[in-house]
């Protein structure tokens, strides 16, 4: 990969492509001496013609991190369609005397990422700007307000509903609609709560055992907090310990007097034997007794190939994908979009997740995507062979500039300066309100020189003109480094006022 210089930048840039000068701005912050050995990429293009207005490496492979996401949550969206809403039955099997069933309710997953534990009041799905799913890794991860049980509540209240007070027999979660995937983080046809329990800590007084409260409470999972309250001013750093089975789980460390209460995550490890022990708790808590014990495995053997007609008894409805994409998008939801590819698969009558891929290929070339000029091997960005280049992710974006739900689409990416994964960085730069953009983000540990290895820092999406036209843009580096995380923020600083030179450059 050809590295951007300043000398590139005054003359145009290297060969190998429509080449366009950047000019002296943007040329300041690619110059960096933090970007010695890094390789820059920059495109601007009219969204409505493709022209290309600036661009330095526009047609080389980059490590796209997320924006990789554009690619998969589009094929899902358009597979889909926007308007999809994910149904989950529960079915009664056996026979019914009276009020008691004697036999099983089958809770039948369908891939719904969020199964009513995000769903608000107006019908959509909240999300804070740092996902509770990032938050063993990033700073200031937050919880929404939300009942990550809700969904499964609801179908416990429309089973009593339905006239059963008594099931003689099992419940059991049919997970059939897809294998595991060789993707981290792992999609499962059954999701609560993104598959993790919340453990917040808060302080308390200096000496004191911390505060502890976490979420979903579903048996056998048991949580224990050994955090002290240290002296404002003091170190926060909590561990957290689990099990092999994930049922167990020890919170340890500090946090201080004055801090935030800081959360912390654990991987549900057998999700489908966690929503059956949910659902017979929340059957008990509607006025439904079940005769198996709450806590055991999942046995879906015997299990039909399908249900018989009228057998179902309750069914979560969750809102439109449309929502599912804003959140996957907003908040870089990775589960969320190695969901995708599985769900492109079952639309093609797969339960092997790899199956979607084809579906996504064919989906990137009807929309004018240079498949060649992208590759993938998951849906989130986070494999070491995934790369793209800012033309293909260019290509994505002009293909929903031609579709009907071309604001919708926009209006899911993170905006600048404002929300998602953008909020609160460049807070004081022209383009604030003005660039749309998925972020990608590529990190980890430099043992050697014990430092943070950058692999990738990149921006793609749209540039809003003052006079609304929308240009699609690229923005990013690949392969620097720094010394911790402070400094990393420096990076997704330089990248966003990147981004935010070229709103204000292409604006006329």
């Known amino acids: 990969m050809l590295a951007l210089t300043a000398a590139t930048v005054a003359g145009g840039g290297p060969p190998g492509g429509p080449e366009a000068p950047i000019g002296p701005s943007l040329g300041q912050i690619v110059a960096k001496p933090l970007y010695a050995h890094a390789q820059w990429g920059i495109l601007a293009e009219d969204g409505a013609t493709g022209r290309v207005i600036k661009s330095v490496q526009g047609d080389k492979l980059f490590v796209p991190g997320s924006t990789a996401k554009l690619f998969s949550v589009s094929g899902a969206w358009n597979t889909l369609g926007g308007d999809h809403p994910f149904t989950t039955p529960v ?76 099931v003689d027999g099992d419940v059991v979660v049919d997970d059939r609609l897809f294998e595991p995937a060789a993707f981290s983080p792992t999609p499962t046809p059954l999701i609560v709560n993104d598959n993790l329990i919340d453990l917040l800590t808060t302080a308390t007084t200096p000496g004191r055992p911390a505060k502890l409260s976490w979420r979903p409470q579903v048996a056998p999972y048991e949580v224990t907090s050994m955090v002290t309250t240290v002296a404002a001013g003091g170190t926060t750093a909590i561990t957290v310990d689990t099990s092999d089975d994930g049922t167990r789980i020890t919170l340890s460390g500090t946090i201080a007097a004055d801090a935030a209460p ?113 590759q993938l091997a998951d849906g989130r960005g986070g494999d070491p062979a995934d790369r793209a280049t800012p033309e293909a992710l260019s290509q994505i974006l002009r293909y929903w500039l031609r579709t009907p739900e071309a604001r919708q689409f926009r209006d899911s990416l993170p905006v600048l300066g404002l929300d998602g994964t953008l909020a609160g960085f460049c807070s004081g730069c022209a383009g604030v309100g003005k660039v749309f953009a998925k972020t990608g983000t590529a990190i980890g540990g430099d043992d050697l020189n014990q430092q943070l290895e950058v692999g990738s820092e990149v921006l793609a999406g749209y540039l809003e003109a003052d006079d609304g036209t929308l240009r699609t843009f690229f923005a990013g580096v690949n392969n620097t480094a720094v010394p911790d995380i402070t400094a990393f923020y420096e990076i997704i600083n330089d990248v966003s006022l990147a981004a935010s030179i070229l709103q204000q450059e292409t604006s006329g």
């Open 262 to 374: 800081a959360l912390r995550v654990s991987p549900i490890t057998d999700p489908a034997a966690f929503g059956r022990t949910a659902l017979i708790e929340a059957l008990g808590r509607a006025g439904v007794t079940v005769t198996a014990p709450p806590v055991g495995p999942n046995d879906e053997d015997g299990l039909p190939a399908s249900y018989p007609s009228g057998s179902r008894v309750a069914a979560f409805v969750s809102p439109p994908f449309t929502e599912y994409a804003k959140l996957v998008l907003k908040v870089s939801h990775n589960l969320g979009a190695n969901l995708d590819v599985c769900l492109m698969a079952v639309a093609a009558k797969s339960t092997d997740c790899a199956d979607g891929f084809p579906v996504l290929k064919a989906f990137l070339q009807k929309a004018g995507v240079d498949t060649t000029q992208v």
């Open 91 to 166: 079915q009664a099997l056996g026979t019914r005397s009276g009020s008691s069933l004697k036999g099983s309710l089958v809770l039948v997953a369908q891939g719904d990422l969020a199964l009513g534990g995000r769903t608000t009041p107006q019908g959509t799905l909240s999300f804070t700007d740092v996902d509770h799913t990032y938050a063993n890794d990033i700073p200031g991860a937050t919880l929404t307000s939300e009942n990550p049980l809700a969904g499964i509540d609801e179908m416990a209240r429309q089973v009593r509903q339905s006239g059963i007070t008594r």
